[in-house]
């Protein structure tokens, strides 16, 4: 079992940056692949980056590569959403996801089965 707790959403006007943070716990937090999804309203939940425990390879959905960055601490069983130049069309609640497992490189949402509670993300323009 995996627990997610995320913090650092807000407001920002566009262009603007915010780093979302994810703290992890549980038997199996400390070696688990992990993501970042979003929803926005109305929309399905979809994609955002990914992480694996090994090596720390790092993916993205195109509309955020160059703009975002995904990082871990694993001494602090935390992961991080850095948004920069975020755009009004970022607005949406933010997801943190655990695999749950250190085995491929996940980005579906049936491969996460561990969520938090979501932190909403708003960019003005």
């Known amino acids: 079992q995996v627990q997610l707790v995320e913090s650092g959403g807000g407001l920002v006007q566009a262009g603007g940056s915010l780093r979302l943070s994810c703290a992890a716990s549980?038997?199996?937090?400390?070696?688990?692949?992990m993501g970042w999804f979003r929803q926005a309203p109305g929309k399905e939940r979809e994609f955002v980056a990914g992480?694996?425990?090994?090596?720390?390879?790092?993916y993205y959905t195109d509309s955020v590569k160059g703009r975002f960055t995904i990082s871990r601490d694993n001494a602090k069983n935390t992961v991080y959403l850095q948004m920069n130049s975020l755009k009004p069309e970022d607005t949406a609640v933010y997801y943190c996801a655990a695999s749950g497992s250190w085995l491929g490189v996940p980005r579906t949402r049936d491969e996460f089965p561990y969520w938090g509670q979501g932190t909403q993300v708003t960019v003005s323009s």
């Open positions: 992480i694996t425990w090994i090596g720390g390879s790092t």
């Open positions: 549980g038997r199996t937090s400390s070696s688990t692949n």
